[in-house]
């Protein structure tokens, strides 16, 4: 776990919103039509839908994923030409064990 990618993520207003709304997607996001069935209700969320919702532009927003992914606090996985997200709860639960027992 790299704390110093985590922090730098977490210092942007737009990439922690977007973990608050990943944190539940069903409420901040539409269905996802080109989801499979088996990955349904896992909280994948399309990049294209969450573009949409930060107005921010394409580029930026796949910027910032990466950045996420990279620091494991995001999962992605690729189904046909979509690219999902979804948070990786273990990743947050570890960071907030070290902020709370560390710092």
């Known amino acids: 776990m790299n704390m110093d990618a985590i922090f730098k993520v977490l210092s942007n207003p737009v990439r922690v919103q977007i973990l608050n709304w990943l944190k539940n997607p069903e409420t901040h996001f539409p269905p996802m039509l ?5 990955e ?5 969320v399309c990049v294209g839908v969450i573009h949409e ?7 930026t927003v796949s910027h910032y994923l990466n ?12 189904i046909g030409q979509w690219t999902y997200y979804r948070r990786n709860e273990e990743t947050i639960k570890k960071t907030a064990y070290y902020i ?3 710092l």
């Not at 950045?67 to 690729?78: G, H, T």
């Open 67 to 78: 950045l996420m992914k990279q620091a494991e606090l995001l999962s992605c996985k690729r």
């Open 53 to 59: 919702k930060t107005g921010i532009t394409q580029s």
């Open 100 to 102: 709370s027992n560390s």
């Open 34 to 38: 080109h989801l499979p069935e088996e």
């Open 40 to 44: 349904s209700g896992k909280g994948y």
